[in-house]
């Protein structure tokens, strides 16, 4: 069982930062992709970022130049760092693994997600 513990989610004002940081544990032999998603209240969830390989990234256009994904091979920890913060960022985010699990079998996995608002 493979289990994704996502935080670092909260408050912020426009124009402000946050870091996202998702976990993951269990029986993993292998991780091709990690992404973080969002879902905005009565909007569909929409990917925001993906790092393959722990190599190749790619960002939605409205958070590219603003946001930075990231991934620790060492420690299984996926990051996403949130500048220049706008009320529309405001959403819960998830953040999603594809592998192999320590079987052998496709792995597809998702947090639990973390809140993110952003208001004066």
């Known amino acids: 069982q493979v289990q994704l513990v996502e935080s670092g989610g909260g408050l912020v004002q426009p124009g402000g930062s946050l870091r996202l940081s998702c976990a993951a544990s269990?029986?993993?032999?292998?991780?091709?992709?990690m992404g973080w998603y969002r879902q905005a209240p009565g909007k569909q969830r929409e990917l925001v970022a993906v790092?393959?390989?722990?190599?190749?990234?790619n960002y939605a256009d409205s958070v590219k130049g603003r946001f930075t994904i990231s991934r620790d091979n060492a420690k299984n920890t996926m990051y996403l760092q949130m500048n220049s913060l706008k009320p529309e960022d405001t959403a819960v985010y998830y953040c999603?693994?594809?592998?192999?699990?320590?079987?052998?079998?496709?792995?597809?996995?998702w947090g639990q997600g973390t809140q993110v608002t952003v208001s004066s």
């Open positions: 999603r693994l594809n592998g192999l699990s320590g079987t052998g079998t496709p792995l597809v996995s």
């Open positions: 790092i393959i390989s722990g190599i190749s990234t």
């Open positions: 269990g029986s993993i032999l292998s991780i091709n992709a």
